[in-house]
């Protein structure tokens, strides 16, 4: 039965605070959602109250999309369940849970799939824009490992989507993100991994940045898929390594105590699940936060030399490759499936008053490598156009799903995919 909460309700305030603590929105009610069918009737509510819909998970979307100021958030929380069958290495994953609960769930049995890297991240979020994870050059993103979906759609129908049924929206659920609906179930694809992983970081001098970045490219190019490179720049030192899922992870080492003079080297065996929430940060939430993010095709010289003009912000590489550029371009909406690294600036701080020069800086950052980038993650979109994250023909497709799916744009709270401007004129 879905919880109502509204202003000086208990757990308003708790339900509407998101990861980013410059979002500061109040809807006009939460609609906590313990069944698909509570999600129905929410959805319907909404649409003949005229109230624009949020879609609450795990709330990590940079910009709160999940808080309608004055609209309904439909909060999926309450939706946690995962349950596994380990004979079929499958998990069948409420909409509302978070990825360190499929991560648990899973690793009871040896099991897991591709999620992210932060626990308290939301598994809908990250596998609708397409869910990079330690996992994915092994077994491909985390929308790859999607066998099936549960979609309640904007006149609160409940549908399926999978490679057999609603094949054109399965298409689009992988990496369109949540234009299309509201999806209250997945079905993943699991995998034997084991309990282990290795992580290994080693930190350089600020003077030596450029030479490692160069011999750490190069090791990339040959690197195991159970590898999944890295690397952060910092205003005064590099630091660059690798996070190693399965067995032989320490074969890698020499090579990269040899790029060059380390300052600091930290090898650590560890149990996969602490590796997925080594980056938690349980007070989170009290931090006002900005970010941007690039692919990269090619890791030049030049970009080499921008990436370094570092101004104070976090600035991380990851590496993408093996399984997840096996995928044929066309499999899914997910794009740029060539890239070689993934680019993330991000900062956070507490001060109101640091707020323009906070977001400047790193914007001004972020610029100085949009030369050498070609697209981005839709996940890391913030405020850049859509067609960043997709190709012209594939968002033309995205379009024309959204328009048979969402005409009237319901779901606009999102990385938004608009439907065509005539079935808009024509729904109104």
């Not at 308003?12 to 006009?28: G, H, K």
């Not at 990825?99 to 591709?114: C, S, V």
């Not at 994870?133 to 066998?147: E, H, I, S, Y």
């Not at 690798?242 to 300052?263: D, H, I, N, S, T």
Request: glycine share 10%.
């Amino acid at each position: 039965m879905t919880t109502i909460l509204r202003a000086g309700d208990p757990g308003y305030d708790e339900a509407r605070t998101v990861w980013n603590a410059m979002i500061d929105r109040r809807p006009v009610a939460i609609a906590r959602c313990h069944t698909t069918e509570d999600v129905v009737e929410a959805v319907r509510f909404a649409r003949t109250s005229g109230l624009e819909i949020g879609v609450r998970c795990g709330g990590h979307n940079i910009a709160g999309l999940a808080v309608p100021d004055g609209g309904l958030m439909i909060d999926l929380t309450p939706m946690n369940a995962v349950h596994v069958d380990p004979d079929r290495k499958l998990a069948s994953v409420q909409g509302g849970a978070l990825l360190g609960e499929l991560d648990r769930a899973a690793q009871k049995y040896g099991l897991a799939t591709t999620a992210g890297n932060v626990s308290h991240t939301g598994v809908g979020g990250l596998t609708l824009g397409g869910g990079m994870g330690w996992l994915a050059r092994q077994f491909g993103l985390a929308c790859d490992n999607v066998a099936s979906y549960e979609l309640v759609t904007a006149d609160g129908e409940v549908v399926r989507a999978s490679a057999t049924e609603n094949p054109e929206l399965f298409w689009g659920l992988r990496g369109g993100g949540g234009n299309f609906g509201i999806v209250t179930s997945f079905e993943f694809r699991l995998h034997e991994v084991g309990t282990r992983a290795l992580v290994a970081e080693f930190t350089y001098p600020l003077r030596a940045g450029f030479a490692v970045l160069r011999g750490w490219r190069e090791l990339n190019e040959s690197a195991p898929r159970q590898a999944t490179f890295t690397a952060s720049i910092t205003a005064d030192s590099v630091t660059v390594g690798y996070v190693w899922v399965g067995e032989g992870g320490y074969k890698l080492l020499p090579a990269f105590r040899a790029l060059g003079p380390v300052l600091c080297e930290q090898v650590e065996e560890t149990p996969y699940l602490t590796l997925q929430s080594r980056d938690d940060n349980v007070q989170g939430h009290r931090y006002r936060r900005y970010w941007k993010g690039h692919y990269f095709k090619a890791l030049t010289d030049d970009a080499i030399r921008a990436l370094l003009q570092n101004p104070g912000v976090s600035a991380s590489l990851q590496a993408y490759g093996g399984a997840i550029a096996d995928v044929p371009d066309d499999d899914a909406a997910f794009s740029h499936r060539d890239t070689l690294f993934e680019f993330v600036t991000a900062t956070r701080w507490e001060d109101p008053a640091e707020d323009e020069a906070r977001i400047s800086t790193l914007r001004e950052y972020a610029a100085a490598l949009t030369p050498y980038a070609d697209g981005a993650y839709v996940n890391t979109l913030n405020g850049d156009p859509i067609n960043r994250a997709f190709p012209p023909a594939k968002l033309a497709r995205l379009v024309a799903l959204k328009t048979a799916y969402d005409p009237e744009n319901v779901f606009h709270l999102n990385q938004n995919i608009r439907p065509s401007e005539a079935a808009t004129c024509v729904a109104a």
